[in-house]
């Protein structure tokens, strides 16, 4: 293997820590960012690769020529929408350098043409609101309550997607969606549309359970990435809390009683 200078070890460095950011913004686990960045290492020539990872930023040094020269570089990670196309994008990306001795240059061209594979939002709202609805069916809601159920959902999901589309901080998205998903939803017990109103209640609000930060964390901890275990864990519970306080809003409102 040739021998990098400084200037190419650092441009191998700047490549590794985008991919590596890429993936920790769109959703992926921390164990599989840490696996990509140092196969990516060392399919573009350097000896190995440190990671250190924060739900916020990226600590990345590389380590070439026998370990005597490394480079380290920063980058912070900003909030963005889960979306595994793109983490599925980067790994493919990093086994093609890997099978082909690929360059760079390649990576860095492949990185600026990686985008988001986004569904139609029309078909997202749809599918959002069938989904809860079919659930709210299959624990015992009748067809009045299915109805009100989608559409509860429905509305709620175009107005998640307006709030994100506005730029508005997650935790507030989370708050104002439940509370118009519970104040539709209410909707059906006040004006006496459905006899299992409890469990529309309940069903309208489940495109809002934050899973996969959940599920994340717990993924985080069990391989050994604590901060980043309690890091996302802390986000979905402050996701829930807001969740619930844009419910208890919802119902303090109406007077309800609750479910």
Request: aromatic letters at 10%; one cysteine or more; hydrophobic letters at 50%.
């Amino acid at each position: 293997m040739n021998r990098l200078t400084y200037e190419q070890q650092t441009k191998v460095t700047r490549t590794i820590i985008k991919a590596a950011v890429l993936m920790l913004e769109f959703g992926a686990e921390s164990r599989l960012i840490e696996t990509i960045a140092q196969r990516l290492g060392n399919a573009l020539g350097v000896d190995s690769v440190e990671v250190s990872l924060i739900p916020s930023a990226i600590v990345l040094t590389t380590l070439s020529n026998k370990q005597t020269q490394s480079v380290t570089t920063t980058r912070r990670a900003h909030h963005k929408p889960i979306n595994m196309s793109i983490v599925c994008d980067v790994q493919k990306m990093c086994y093609k350098v890997e099978q082909e001795k690929l360059d760079v240059d390649y990576v860095i061209k492949t990185m600026k043409e990686i985008k988001p594979n986004y569904y139609n939002r029309w078909l997202i709202v749809i599918m959002v609101g069938l989904s809860c609805a079919c659930f709210s069916y299959l624990n015992g809601a009748d067809w009045q309550g299915f109805a009100t159920t989608f559409l509860a959902s429905a509305v709620t999901m175009f107005v998640r997607q307006e709030l994100a589309r506005k730029k508005f901080v997650l935790i507030i998205t989370f708050g104002v969606t439940a509370f118009v998903a519970t104040l539709i939803a209410a909707l059906a017990q006040i004006f006496n549309l459905t006899n299992t109103p409890d469990i529309v209640l309940s069903s309208s609000v489940l495109l809002l359970a934050p899973g996969f930060p959940f599920i994340n964390s717990v993924l985080d901890a069990v391989k050994g990435y604590l901060a980043m275990g309690w890091g996302r864990w802390m986000q979905a519970v402050m996701l829930t809390a807001a969740t619930s306080i844009g419910i208890v809003f919802a119902f303090t409102l109406l007077n309800l009683q609750g479910w």
